[in-house]
């Protein structure tokens, strides 16, 4: 949602020798003949990974002698010293997980993963250089919301059917429990917070109570996802993160990614989705089922076998968690004049009064409703 904020610099990319460059337009164009007759680099937007302070996306493009194009992405991930490897953000991940090779020969029926070119460790930070994908997909359909949860159960249920999980120190491990204890300060100090008229228009009095008694049965949901199978999550398949290509589906932004319960994949892919594509309170039940009866297809089409509640429950369950963050980050939001304006362009809201009743409205259903589900399966 929001660019890197711009703290950290890379000196070295002022100075990228032209051998190096070379090198990668290379690999890119398949050709290792080619030379470089000019290039230029400009910044992409980086979402929400950068409002962590961690990630800056360049775009290197130009014209080889022989005037063939060519375009390569460099994500650079800055150190965050606070972090260790097994903190839910740790800021090195992605670059791991790639390194690791993990990633080089993912189920049938999953995604493909963008091809790497190089990568290369600073200390300070790394760089990682991949391919520039062309999404030709504008937009999306509720068909398409259900083909991309089909391939996340496809990548689920391999690695419950058999297939072994990627144990590596530096994967996350329970990512939406691991962000919970971050919350605490916040809910504290809620009292305090609702005291500016934005955030208590988009956590309404009425409201208000039922999520402080949510976040006082955390640890009840947090003990039921740890109870689930275990399987390979990416944590954050949303839009912005699944390019489609003329043959193929390319899952980026492995940043997150690790061991988790199952059905926790399906998330972001309904909850980011429901903040990214403006969805109403009335339309997130639709979404919901659409995603849920894909993921399922998936889990069948790996051999998973097992109760379809088990999977409603760990998507439940961590969605309430995932909720509880995202009552943080709106209020932080809204509370932050200076992040108005860019508020109200993303989600195309006139003013700002718009966009906290717009986060009030799915918060009823990524919270609220999901909370009172989570509670049903429990009982039984």
Aim: proline share 4%; net charge negative.
């Amino acid at each position: 949602m929001f660019s890197p904020p711009g703290r950290l610099q890379d000196p070295r990319l002022e100075s990228i020798p032209k051998a190096k460059l070379t090198e990668i337009a290379r690999a890119a164009l398949g050709d290792s003949s080619i030379q470089l007759r000019s290039w230029s680099r400009e910044p992409v937007h980086g979402g929400s990974g950068g409002a962590k302070g961690g990630t800056a996306i360049h775009r290197f493009s130009g014209l080889t002698a022989c005037d063939k194009t060519w375009s390569i992405i460099l994500k650079v991930l800055y150190r965050r010293p606070e972090e260790n490897q097994r903190s839910p953000y740790y800021w090195k991940r992605e670059y791991e997980v790639y390194r690791s090779g993990m990633l080089d020969d993912l189920p049938p029926g999953s995604f493909a993963t963008p091809q790497i070119y190089a990568l290369e460790d600073f200390d300070e930070y790394c760089w990682i250089w991949m391919e520039d994908i062309v999404d030709v997909k504008s937009e999306w359909t509720l068909d398409d919301y259900h083909s991309i949860a089909k391939r996340l159960g496809s990548l689920s249920g391999a690695y419950l059917t058999g297939r072994p999980l990627p144990r590596y120190e530096w994967l996350s491990h329970a990512w939406h429990c691991a962000i919970v204890p971050g919350l605490a300060e916040s809910f504290h100090k809620l009292e305090c917070y609702l005291e500016n008229p934005l955030a208590s228009r988009t956590l309404p009095l009425e409201a208000k109570a039922r999520i402080q008694a949510i976040w006082r049965e955390r640890a009840i949901f947090i003990q039921a996802l740890s109870a689930l199978p275990t399987t390979l999550c990416h944590i954050d398949a949303f839009r912005r993160n699944i390019l489609h290509r003329q043959q193929d589906v390319v899952l980026i932004d492995w940043a997150v990614a690790g061991q988790a319960a199952l059905g926790e994949e399906l998330v972001a892919l309904v909850a980011v989705s429901a903040y990214h594509e403006g969805l109403s309170y009335a339309e997130c039940p639709q979404l919901d089922r659409v995603v849920f009866t894909g993921y399922l297809d998936g889990l069948a089409e790996a051999g998973w076998r097992g109760d379809a509640r088990l999977a409603r429950l760990g998507y439940t369950c961590a969605m309430v968690l995932r909720g509880l963050a995202g009552v943080k980050q709106d209020i932080d939001l809204l509370v932050d004049a200076g992040c108005h304006q860019q508020l109200m362009d993303n989600h195309q809201k006139r003013h700002i009064n718009e966009v906290a009743d717009f986060y009030a409205e799915v918060r009823r259903f990524r919270l609220l409703d999901m909370a009172a589900e989570a509670r049903e399966l429990l009982k039984n």
